[in-house]
């Protein structure tokens, strides 16, 4: 009985740290990193999540970098003439006090250039993001499969 009860501990703390995707630094809150699967070869991968500020002062996220890829930049896509376009952000992202920035598709984002290997459903990449006031978080994008942004939020005439 005994092993049992030690054996359904242990079973249910290791199921609880495989979702445990939640990490915090002084007033900031990441929740739910993730990026999605690629093939071999692919050159680059996304990462998103939601950074939540529950502080009195502003941080900002300054950079980010992982073993998975050879570089990590800061990047904005946006609508430009019809297009969508995306331009690296060097200057880091702003996390306004009291504030939530969400790195999502077809916005926000972090671009892991140079993938070392395919990231498969179920992959953790681990990931260091840094903050002028924070400092270093040690985290994780779990590697899900999602679907792509809604065609109906791009303007008329965009093709995939």
Known sequence: M????????VALAAAGAAVARDYAAGDLRITHPWTRPTSAGAPAAAGY??????????DRLVSASTPHAARVEIHQSSMEGGM????????????PA???????????HLMLFGPKAAVKPGDRIPVTLTFAKAGKVKMELAAESRPAAKPAAMPEGHRH
């Open 2 to 9: 005994r092993r049992l009860l030690l054996a359904t501990v």
């Open 84 to 95: 969508m376009r995306m331009k690296a952000l060097p200057q880091g992202v702003e996390i």
């Open 49 to 58: 999540m939601e950074i939540r500020n529950t502080g009195r002062a502003a």
């Open 98 to 108: 009291g504030g939530v920035v969400k790195l999502a598709p077809g916005g926000l």
